[in-house]
T-cell receptor, first 115, second 112 residues
Framework: DADVTQTPRNRITKTGKRIMLECSQT?????MYWYRQDPGLGLRLIYY???????NKGEISDGYSVSRQAQAKFSLSLESAIPNQTALYFC??????????????FGPGTRLTVL | SQKIEQNSEALNIQEGKTATLTCNYT??????LQWYRQDPGRGPVFLLL?????KEKRKERLKVTFDTTLKQSLFHITASQPADSATYLC???????????FGKGTMLLVSP
């Protein structure tokens, strides 16, 4: 089974709808991240969390919110989806131990289309 | 402003040759740099990490160099194979910050 899972894998929604993307991990990592990837723009950090009580905004948090329900679960919400939020969304995890240098483990991604 | 630059054009090479990918940065003082591989429609996969006090790191056919004077990292794949075809991302980590900043990636195409 995959260590980092994302649901749904694909989603088509309409402008103005609320949508939640979910991420679960079995790696036992404390740190979790949400990124979006757009052609020509690369991976950009939306939100990150270093433990259940710690939530931080990333580079592009406007229009998004997150919830860290447990160590293993980190959800990303679009309160009112708009077409320019159409993108590939990735969840990632990393260990707390070792500090800065730890690699990130990515989920398979959610392809979101907002019409 | 801070920038991370990777070749936007795809790199096409023949099987068996050495592929060299470049990651340049400006207005950063990275504590470390990571390289990831990404296949189409999939999440990035970690390959190598190099710290600011290291000049070179190797792992099997992969080699990474880090020149903080030139503000550049080079990523080499020796004896390249068609299975090495993918997009390769560099990511910088800065002291005092706990997140990575990714470059846009370079696509590598290895032809038989």
């Amino acid at each position: 089974d995959a260590d980092v899972t994302q649901t749904p894998r694909n989603r088509i929604t309409k402008t103005g709808k609320r949508i939640m993307l979910e991420c679960s991990q079995t790696k036992g990592h404390d740190r979790m991240y949400w990124y979006r990837q757009d052609p020509g723009l690369g991976l950009r950090l939306i939100y990150y969390s270093f433990d259940v009580k710690d939530i931080n905004k990333g580079e592009i948090s406007d229009g998004y919110s997150v919830s860290r329900q447990a160590q293993a679960k980190f959800s990303l919400s679009l309160e009112s989806a708009i077409p320019n939020q159409t993108a590939l969304y990735f969840c990632a995890t990393s260990e707390q131990r070792g500090g800065l240098y730890n690699e990130q483990f990515f989920g398979p991604g959610t392809r979101l289309t907002v019409l | 402003s801070q920038k991370i630059e990777q070749n936007s054009e795809a790199l096409n090479i023949q099987e068996g040759k050495t592929a060299t990918l470049t990651c340049n940065y400006t207005n950063y003082s990275p504590a470390y740099l990571q390289w990831y591989r990404q296949d189409p429609g999939r999440g990035p996969v970690f390959l190598l990490l190099i710290r600011e006090n290291e000049k070179e790191k190797r792992k099997e056919r992969l080699k990474v160099t880090f020149d903080t004077t030139l503000k550049q990292s080079l990523f080499h794949i020796t004896a390249s194979q068609p299975a090495d075809s993918a997009t390769y991302l560099c990511a910088l980590g800065v002291s005092g910050y706990s997140t990575l900043t990714f470059g846009k990636g370079t696509m590598l195409l290895v032809s038989p």
